[in-house]
């Protein structure tokens, strides 16, 4: 008896296991570097929950909008709240599956163990950002929200023309605080969360005064996804308390 029910369990389970897999799906992601440190730690974490993929591609938030508004399809879309909602208008993303995961601040960092710039007021980091031998950013020009609020922030301080000629910017897609790290840049400019996953980084602080800027992340359901059950249920999970949790451990604010 004792065989026969044993049989029955293990049949039951490989039945299950075998439902599980069968509805498992490849999951099409579009996702903003800004939250690349922690859906890299918890994207692992929900493909072995679930036995779902995660084939997600990265790039700035702007660059991704432009490409689902040329046609590009992604089942889910992690990008900035402002990209979410102008694709919510033009329907792009399915109403009512947008959900804000986390905001972060436009910091300053150095390479640990440098001098600290000092950022202590608007015109202390004016002055800081003339004295450094060179500076880096997100490049405006791909629509990084962080590249285009500085760009902005330059000129506003009136010495865009001045740091034109020691400015370095990322590839496309890539962290500014890289190019600390080679020697490239001795002042970098980007959201907390992308200045703290590059190892030997130190951020110095946000912008100051008047010049402080969120950049706020939200994520939705692609209108016309291939695996719209799949989508939500990856959106739900990053809203859940334990990857909240992690969002914060890795520099966010937050929802």
């Known amino acids: 008896m004792g065989k026969i029910v044993g049989r029955t369990a293990a049949v039951a389970a490989f039945l299950f296991v075998q439902a599980t897999f069968a509805s498992a799906a490849e999951l099409k992601v579009f996702s903003t570097i ?39 399809m992604a089942d889910a879309l992690i990008l900035v709240r402002g990209n979410i909602e102008t694709l919510l208008k033009e329907h792009k993303i399915v109403p009512g599956t947008d959900a804000t995961l986390g905001k972060s601040s436009v910091a300053v960092a150095v390479k640990k163990g ?40 330059l000129d506003k301080m009136g010495i865009a023309e001045q740091m034109k000629g020691k ?16 020697g490239e840049a001795d002042i970098a400019v980007q959201t907390t969360p992308e200045l703290a996953s590059v190892s030997g980084v ?20 692609g209108a016309g996804a291939t695996q719209p059950d799949a989508a939500k249920a990856f959106l739900k999970f990053l809203t859940t308390p334990a990857a909240q949790a992690a969002f914060k451990a890795k520099g966010f604010d937050p929802a």
Do not use: C
């Not at 994207?43 to 679930?50: D, H, L, M, S, V």
């Not at 036995?51 to 591609?57: A, E």
């Not at 002055?127 to 962080?146: H, M, Q």
């Not at 951020?203 to 994520?219: H, K, N, Y």
């Open 34 to 72: 800004g939250v690349k440190s922690v859906v890299e730690e918890l994207g692992p974490k929900f493909e072995q929950a679930t036995g779902h993929k995660l084939n997600i591609t990265w790039s700035t938030a702007a660059l991704l909008t432009k490409r689902v508004q040329a046609g590009e």
């Open 114 to 153: 440098a001098p600290k710039p000092d950022i202590s007021s608007p015109d202390a980091l004016k002055k800081s950002l003339l004295a450094a031998k060179a500076i880096t950013y997100s490049n405006p020009a791909a629509g990084g929200a962080s590249g285009v609020y500085f760009a902005k922030q």
């Open 167 to 182: 400015t370095k910017f990322p590839p496309a897609g890539g962290f500014a605080a890289t190019l600390l790290i080679n």
């Open 202 to 221: 130190e951020v110095v602080g946000p912008l100051p005064g008047d010049m402080a800027f969120t950049a706020v992340f939200a994520a939705g359901v």
